[in-house]
């Protein structure tokens, strides 16, 4: 692993010394697309890290705080299970007003209201190793708690995905209609341990990220889709679960 830093350090500095670079797409999470492509990396949406055992996030200065740590859907106790919650639970869309969407942030330390009816926690749970999604209703009445990711599927992501870091500094700058970045730090982390995860699971400083929605036009008008539940932290807090190399 040694040599592989050493290798993307000195990418990192060909890549520092190019200065402003125009970014290679638009939208959000442009600034990691376009250190990636920097790179000569294709965008990483599988469970493996970016670059030789080492996941690389990026941070633009002021800019969005929460950095996805993974995504992982469910992996009890039904197949499908996104769809479930969102057809029970989430809300009809303004535009496709025959189907639901389901997009909300759900933490382990307090309840978050989604749409009018219903409230959702997480629950971390040692005895049966899993951590489940719990649904109440108005009056704080659980009326499900099924849908669960498991301690080993966690584990999976987390150990797979992030146990080296590279976490990335970058400047944005608009110019003739234009974005560019300027990378100009980096930072070395290791993963603490899986026990730290689910500590900050618990605390509330590592949260989920529901996305799931349907198509608004075209031949998939109607059709639901997810795009990732998504296990997101604040970038503030990033030493609470890496440590610095």
């Known amino acids: ?11 990192f500095k060909e890549i520092k010394s190019k200065g ?12 990691g697309i376009t250190f990636e492509k920097e790179l000569g990396l294709s965008p990483n949406r599988s469970e493996n890290p970016d670059f030789n055992g080492i996941e690389i996030k990026t941070k633009q200065n002021n800019l969005y705080k929460y950095i996805t740590l993974f995504s992982s ?12 919650i969102s057809e029970n639970y989430g809300m009809y869309d303004e535009i496709c007003t025959d189907a639901k969407v389901f997009f909300g942030i759900v933490r382990a330390d307090e309840s978050t209201k989604i ?25 704080n009445v659980i009326i499900d708690k099924q849908s ?46 899986f026990e730290t995860f689910l500590f900050l699971l618990e605390k509330g400083i590592i949260r989920v990220s529901f996305k799931v929605g349907v198509y608004r036009s075209g031949p998939k008008r109607g059709k ?10 604040q970038a503030d807090d990033i030493d609470c679960l890496f440590y610095n190399l």
């Open 1 to 11: 692993m040694e040599q592989n830093i050493v290798v993307l350090k000195s990418k």
């Open 20 to 31: 402003w670079i125009e970014a290679s797409s638009n939208g959000r999470g442009n600034v």
């Open 73 to 84: 859907a469910f992996d009890g106790p039904f197949p499908f299970e996104m769809k479930r």
């Open 115 to 139: 749409g009018k009816k219903w409230k959702f926690k997480l629950e971390v749970d040692y005895i049966e190793k899993r951590v489940y999604l719990v649904v109440y209703d108005n009056n």
């Open 148 to 193: 669960y990711w498991s301690f080993e599927l966690l584990r999976k992501r987390l150990e797979t995905k992030l146990t080296y870091l590279a976490f990335v500094f970058a400047k944005r700058k608009f110019c003739h209609n234009k974005v560019y970045f300027l990378y100009y730090d980096i930072k070395w982390l290791k993963l603490r341990d």
């Open 224 to 233: 639901y889709y997810d795009h990732g539940t998504s296990f997101e932290i």
